[in-house]
């Protein structure tokens, strides 16, 4: 018999014991993954090469403050800026307020929005549609498929925020990168409905020349309209849609706590199940060492079976947490805060070796004493 | 006849290292999902209970939100003093308060950046319409000077809110003549200042709001469908109540991923439970098989051991409850999705909040018990006593 087949054997002599911990552990290393993959999609993703290239410029107070249309050419006769294009939150209904007929609307200028959303993709003649009818709309191929949308179909969105009532018809279906996707239509349709917000936009989304560009242009913008009546903040894309996370509160805090209360509640569970384990074998360990085992190798035996059914549970949970961040993702209540989710294979792995470490800590205590135990004391010990 | 609870919690003496472990793994997913509810109840709290049962807020029609609203105008006001069901004031004037809301930026004190903040323009009737809203310190702003009135909450939360104290809001500067609490409503994150005073700045022939005191709960749902069907205001009327209620719709992503944090927790926790159980049981075969021989039924034995992972699970929300007594109360901040601006509320473990927790944990316990106890039960005396 081999060691690691010894090992492995050990692992399984009690298995609803193995099976009952390697589940405690997988569902709270699913937890942790979870987790990752929130922070991660949250604080780490780069977005995409496109993406880096633009920046959003705001009302200083927020995004419910509008700006002028007239600070459009003015940014855009600025050094950097390739294009410059106005967008305005509509926030209307769509046939009532359930959470899975919520979506991102936006009104815009559908003649520059493809110029500055390199990333966005649609077939030019459905482009030129929407371009030459102004109470048309585009939708993404995404929100196209959940409402069941075709060219030509009508779209009623009745306004909250604006005293509008959106009448649209669908032009076009583009796709667009996470993040941006909805529906688009023209501001027009709020200048005229709304007299009131007539040469007022939500904010505007800046293509720069390179990527660089992007902070000295973001501090130039502000700089410029700082001492006006309506002052700016302008910030690269990344950084704006952190900050529509950071509304919701102290995240990162939240996210943290729950990481360390997993992990400790799988500590205690893993150290748990070793100790448990250990001190049945008491005598067989006394055995292994009259048998001519050294203490280093009993050491081992035990510290890579705990390793090996703690990393196993974190595989497990892993696994199991694609399912649920795929659920999460597809499910109405978290609205457009999970979207696009996924969790990805370095998360994974992390996942894996965290519960390999925490195999790794939890068994140390008792197969220390198991392996320094008097061998007579062990022969004589009763279960 | 019972199996004596003491034999249970003996047991759980002796095997000392396992009943904390497991106790303390419960103790955990009990925080956590106290953390959780705390947080939401504070939410539901500040939002819910926010709003005078006899108040009916106008807003333009179609508009849900005092922020985006813009449109009651001027010209309105007699109409509406004029409506019937209107409350009078000591001088009896009509309990009528045109409002006007604007959000600006405040630098929190301690250092983590700006934050948005309600500024709510109000006339003297409108302090009136809020009764519950005491004054603690300084006085009420003047009408006609450029004087604010500070939350406790923002008074502690930002910088330069003390009184006396200078903050730009508009066109200039308002000096903090006073610190008003509102015990824990919504208006907990506002600032108040006198709305003829903003009317000059901005030149503004509208309200974005306006506010009228009904003589009772009932006059106020009539006076609510008056005005919505009075067809020369072109305005929506709403009890206060309803409307704040419809704000607490801002902690859905912490409800959504909190319920699963917890349910993916206490499934975790509950294994682990099955485990120490199932371990117990090993341990005491013989003992169990005694039992029996000395005439304990096979229900008593389950029931002793379903109690005794009870009484685990039990300690764990003990430990778990106590675990999370020094946040109770702490205020944290969120941003309210209809003002857009920073929403106050504190951690508030109600008495609602710790019972949900006993029971999760008891839940947990019953299931972690269930199967080990069954198979107690169930073992044959003869085999047990041999083993």
């Given at each position: 018999m081999t060691l690691t087949r010894f090992v492995r054997k050990n692992a399984l002599r009690n298995k609803r014991r193995s099976i009952l911990t390697l589940l405690s552990i997988g569902f709270s290393l699913l937890l942790l993954t979870v987790m990752m993959t929130i922070w991660r999609a949250f604080y780490m993703s780069d977005g995409t090469a496109e993406s880096a290239n633009r920046l959003i410029v705001r009302h200083k107070v927020s995004m419910a403050n509008f700006l002028p249309i007239s600070y459009r050419e003015k940014i855009r006769s600025m050094p950097g800026v390739k294009h410059v294009v106005n967008l305005t939150w509509f926030g209307g209904q769509y046939k009532d307020n359930k959470p899975e007929n919520f979506f991102a609307e936006y009104a815009t200028d559908p003649q520059e929005v493809f110029q500055v959303f390199t990333d966005f993709e649609i077939p030019p003649d459905q482009l030129e549609a929407w371009q030459k009818d102004r109470a048309g709309c585009i939708v993404d191929t995404d929100l196209a498929k959940r409402h069941n949308w075709k060219i030509g179909d009508r779209i009623v969105l009745k306004g909250s925020i604006f005293p509008v009532n959106a009448e649209l018809t669908v032009r076009g279906i583009f796709t667009a990168p996470p993040g941006m996707s909805g529906l688009y239509f023209n501001n027009i349709y709020i200048d005229e409905g709304y007299?009131?917000?007539?040469?007022?936009?939500g904010w505007f989304t800046v293509l720069a020349d390179s990527p660089q560009a992007v902070s000295g242009l973001a501090k130039s913008i502000d700089e410029t309209f700082r001492n006006s009546d309506r002052p700016t903040k302008s910030e690269s894309e990344k950084a704006f849609n952190l900050s529509w996370i950071a509304m919701l509160g102290n995240v990162k805090a939240f996210i943290l706590s729950i990481c360390m209360a997993v992990v400790f509640a799988t500590l205690l569970v893993s150290a748990n199940t070793m100790a448990m384990s250990i001190r049945e074998r008491t005598r067989e360990v006394a055995l292994l060492k009259t048998l001519g085992f050294t203490r280093g190798t009993v050491l081992a035996l035990f510290m890579s079976e705990s390793i090996g059914l703690a990393a196993c549970g974190g595989l497990l949970g892993a696994l199991a947490a694609s399912v649920v961040v795929r659920g999460m993702a597809a499910s109405p209540q978290g609205g457009l805060l999970f979207q696009n989710m996924k969790v990805t294979l370095p998360t994974m792995l992390v996942a894996t070796l965290v519960g390999a470490v925490v195999g790794l800590v939890s068994a140390f205590v008792p197969a220390y004493n198991a392996s320094r135990g008097n061998i007579v004391d062990g022969l004589r010990h009763i279960g | 006849m019972a199996v004596p609870l003491q034999y249970n919690i003996r047991n759980l003496l002796l095997r000392k290292g396992a009943t904390v472990m497991t106790a303390l793994g419960i103790a955990l997913t009990v925080t956590t999902a106290i953390f959780i509810m705390a947080l939401l109840a504070g939410l539901r709290d500040a939002f819910a209970t926010s709003g005078e049962p006899n108040n009916v807020l106008v807003l333009r029609k179609g508009s849900t939100s005092e922020l985006t609203a813009g449109g009651v105008s001027r010209d309105a006001l007699p109409v509406i003093k004029d409506l019937p069901g209107v409350a009078r004031d000591a001088q009896g004037q009509p309990m009528v308060s045109g409002e006007d809301i604007t959000v600006i930026v405040l630098p929190r004190t301690d250092g983590t950046g700006e934050t948005n903040v309600t500024v709510r323009f109000m006339t003297p009737t409108g302090i009136e319409l809020r009764p519950r809203v005491k004054l603690t310190e300084g006085r009420w702003f003047t009408p006609g000077q450029r004087e604010i009135v500070v939350s406790k909450s923002i008074h502690k939360r930002f910088a330069q809110a003390n009184l006396g104290d200078q903050i730009w809001i508009g066109k200039g500067n308002w000096t903090v003549v006073g610190i008003f609490d509102s015990g824990g409503s919504a208006h907990d994150s506002e600032i108040w200042a006198d709305i003829n005073q903003l009317a000059s700045d901005y030149d503004r022939t509208y309200y974005n709001s306006v506010y009228i005191g009904a003589t009772d709960p009932v006059a106020a749902d009539a006076l609510k469908n008056r005005v919505t069907n009075d067809q020369r205001l072109e305005l929506s009327g709403m009890l206060e109540t309803d409307y704040f209620a419809e704000q607490t719709s801002t902690g859905r992503p912490i409800k959504f991923v909190g319920v699963i944090v917890a349910v993916i927790m206490a499934i975790g926790s509950c294994f682990a439970a099955m485990n120490t159980m199932y371990a117990a049981v090993a341990y005491r075969s013989r003992e169990i098989a005694t039992l029996r021989v000395i005439g304990f039924s096979r229900p008593s034995i389950l029931t002793s051991f379903v109690l005794e992972s009870l009484l685990l699970s039990l300690l764990g929300a003990l430990v778990g409850i106590v675990l999370m007594l020094p946040f109770n109360g702490m205020t944290t901040g969120t941003q309210n999705p209809v003002t857009r601006s920073e929403a106050v509320f504190s951690l508030r473990m109600t008495p609602f909040v710790v019972g949900s927790a006993v029971v999760f944990a008891v839940l947990m316990g019953l299931f972690g018990g269930l199967a080990p106890a069954w198979h107690a039960a169930r073992r044959e005396i003869l085999a047990s006593l041999r083993d």
């Amino acid at each position: 018999m081999t060691l690691t087949r010894f090992v492995r054997k050990n692992a399984l002599r009690n298995k609803r014991r193995s099976i009952l911990t390697l589940l405690s552990i997988g569902f709270s290393l699913l937890l942790l993954t979870v987790m990752m993959t929130i922070w991660r999609a949250f604080y780490m993703s780069d977005g995409t090469a496109e993406s880096a290239n633009r920046l959003i410029v705001r009302h200083k107070v927020s995004m419910a403050n509008f700006l002028p249309i007239s600070y459009r050419e003015k940014i855009r006769s600025m050094p950097g800026v390739k294009h410059v294009v106005n967008l305005t939150w509509f926030g209307g209904q769509y046939k009532d307020n359930k959470p899975e007929n919520f979506f991102a609307e936006y009104a815009t200028d559908p003649q520059e929005v493809f110029q500055v959303f390199t990333d966005f993709e649609i077939p030019p003649d459905q482009l030129e549609a929407w371009q030459k009818d102004r109470a048309g709309c585009i939708v993404d191929t995404d929100l196209a498929k959940r409402h069941n949308w075709k060219i030509g179909d009508r779209i009623v969105l009745k306004g909250s925020i604006f005293p509008v009532n959106a009448e649209l018809t669908v032009r076009g279906i583009f796709t667009a990168p996470p993040g941006m996707s909805g529906l688009y239509f023209n501001n027009i349709y709020i200048d005229e409905g709304y007299p009131r917000v007539k040469g007022y936009v939500g904010w505007f989304t800046v293509l720069a020349d390179s990527p660089q560009a992007v902070s000295g242009l973001a501090k130039s913008i502000d700089e410029t309209f700082r001492n006006s009546d309506r002052p700016t903040k302008s910030e690269s894309e990344k950084a704006f849609n952190l900050s529509w996370i950071a509304m919701l509160g102290n995240v990162k805090a939240f996210i943290l706590s729950i990481c360390m209360a997993v992990v400790f509640a799988t500590l205690l569970v893993s150290a748990n199940t070793m100790a448990m384990s250990i001190r049945e074998r008491t005598r067989e360990v006394a055995l292994l060492k009259t048998l001519g085992f050294t203490r280093g190798t009993v050491l081992a035996l035990f510290m890579s079976e705990s390793i090996g059914l703690a990393a196993c549970g974190g595989l497990l949970g892993a696994l199991a947490a694609s399912v649920v961040v795929r659920g999460m993702a597809a499910s109405p209540q978290g609205g457009l805060l999970f979207q696009n989710m996924k969790v990805t294979l370095p998360t994974m792995l992390v996942a894996t070796l965290v519960g390999a470490v925490v195999g790794l800590v939890s068994a140390f205590v008792p197969a220390y004493n198991a392996s320094r135990g008097n061998i007579v004391d062990g022969l004589r010990h009763i279960g | 006849m019972a199996v004596p609870l003491q034999y249970n919690i003996r047991n759980l003496l002796l095997r000392k290292g396992a009943t904390v472990m497991t106790a303390l793994g419960i103790a955990l997913t009990v925080t956590t999902a106290i953390f959780i509810m705390a947080l939401l109840a504070g939410l539901r709290d500040a939002f819910a209970t926010s709003g005078e049962p006899n108040n009916v807020l106008v807003l333009r029609k179609g508009s849900t939100s005092e922020l985006t609203a813009g449109g009651v105008s001027r010209d309105a006001l007699p109409v509406i003093k004029d409506l019937p069901g209107v409350a009078r004031d000591a001088q009896g004037q009509p309990m009528v308060s045109g409002e006007d809301i604007t959000v600006i930026v405040l630098p929190r004190t301690d250092g983590t950046g700006e934050t948005n903040v309600t500024v709510r323009f109000m006339t003297p009737t409108g302090i009136e319409l809020r009764p519950r809203v005491k004054l603690t310190e300084g006085r009420w702003f003047t009408p006609g000077q450029r004087e604010i009135v500070v939350s406790k909450s923002i008074h502690k939360r930002f910088a330069q809110a003390n009184l006396g104290d200078q903050i730009w809001i508009g066109k200039g500067n308002w000096t903090v003549v006073g610190i008003f609490d509102s015990g824990g409503s919504a208006h907990d994150s506002e600032i108040w200042a006198d709305i003829n005073q903003l009317a000059s700045d901005y030149d503004r022939t509208y309200y974005n709001s306006v506010y009228i005191g009904a003589t009772d709960p009932v006059a106020a749902d009539a006076l609510k469908n008056r005005v919505t069907n009075d067809q020369r205001l072109e305005l929506s009327g709403m009890l206060e109540t309803d409307y704040f209620a419809e704000q607490t719709s801002t902690g859905r992503p912490i409800k959504f991923v909190g319920v699963i944090v917890a349910v993916i927790m206490a499934i975790g926790s509950c294994f682990a439970a099955m485990n120490t159980m199932y371990a117990a049981v090993a341990y005491r075969s013989r003992e169990i098989a005694t039992l029996r021989v000395i005439g304990f039924s096979r229900p008593s034995i389950l029931t002793s051991f379903v109690l005794e992972s009870l009484l685990l699970s039990l300690l764990g929300a003990l430990v778990g409850i106590v675990l999370m007594l020094p946040f109770n109360g702490m205020t944290t901040g969120t941003q309210n999705p209809v003002t857009r601006s920073e929403a106050v509320f504190s951690l508030r473990m109600t008495p609602f909040v710790v019972g949900s927790a006993v029971v999760f944990a008891v839940l947990m316990g019953l299931f972690g018990g269930l199967a080990p106890a069954w198979h107690a039960a169930r073992r044959e005396i003869l085999a047990s006593l041999r083993d």
